[in-house]
């Protein structure tokens, strides 16, 4: 079965500090994987997608594997970045079309 | 830009009336999607409709139904409301495995 692991609900850093969110996977094939942003008070949105290799607002995000995770980084958070975050993940095979999102993570910059 | 609309941002209902929730989207999407996002639990898939009138079961699909009798219109349907389907619901669309776009999201009271 395909799952997504967010260890922690609650992530907070100060302005200027990096900010590391956790994504494990679990996935026998070649998973797509996507981080999606909420703001307050804003509709869901993707933020970046590993096969894209894109930065988005600062942030990257590789896949490893070897560990099967997929950590979203930004080396200086800004307080804007606030916002729940959710990995997600698309298998490849059986033709599905769905994703299975992670339970997110709340991250808040402090100023 | 993508749009997709829901047909309210709030509403309050009592136990055992029957809810519509509906999604329209203007971007010819072959996919549509319903979620709960409840606090915790993250998005948990309720239905998926790939096409007129086809559609599958999510993770959570027990107390709800669906129907999509045009492409751009996706409604969710809660037979009896209980008090236990309090919750926010998204709506989302796609083409393909490409990205999943939201709606603002509806959230429902159910006393």
């Known amino acids: 079965a395909q799952r997504v692991t967010q260890p922690e609900k609650l992530l907070s850093v100060f302005k200027g500090a990096p900010v590391e969110l956790k994504c494990n996977y679990s996935?026998?094939?070649?998973?797509?994987l996507f981080w999606y942003v909420q703001y307050s008070r804003q509709r869901l949105q993707l933020l970046l997608r590993?096969?894209s290799r894109e930065s988005i607002k600062g942030f990257t995000a590789d896949l490893n594997k070897g560990e099967t995770s997929f950590h979203l980084k930004k080396p200086f958070a800004q307080e804007e970045d606030s916002a729940m975050y959710y990995c997600?993940?698309?298998?490849?095979?059986?033709?599905?079309?769905?994703?299975?999102f992670g339970k997110g993570t709340k991250l808040t910059v402090n100023p | 830009d993508v749009k997709v609309t829901q047909s309210s941002r709030y509403l309050v209902k009592r136990t055992g009336e029957k809810v519509f929730l509906e999604c329209v989207q203007d971007m010819d999407h072959e996919n549509m999607f319903w979620y709960r996002q409840d606090p915790g639990l993250g998005l948990r898939l309720i239905y998926f409709?790939?096409?007129?009138?086809?559609?599958e079961k999510g993770d959570i699909p027990e107390g709800y139904s669906v129907s999509r009798e045009k492409k751009e219109r996706f409604s969710l349907i809660l037979e009896s409301a209980s008090t236990n389907q309090t919750s926010m619901y998204l709506c989302?669309?796609?083409?393909?495995?490409?990205?999943?776009?939201f709606g603002p999201g509806t959230r429902l009271t159910v006393t």
């Open positions: 989302a669309s796609s083409w393909g495995r490409d990205e999943q776009y």
């Open positions: 409709s790939y096409d007129v009138k086809m559609k």
């Open positions: 590993h096969i």
């Open positions: 996935y026998s094939g070649s998973p797509e």
């Open positions: 997600a993940l698309s298998p490849t095979q059986g033709g599905s079309e769905k994703l299975v």
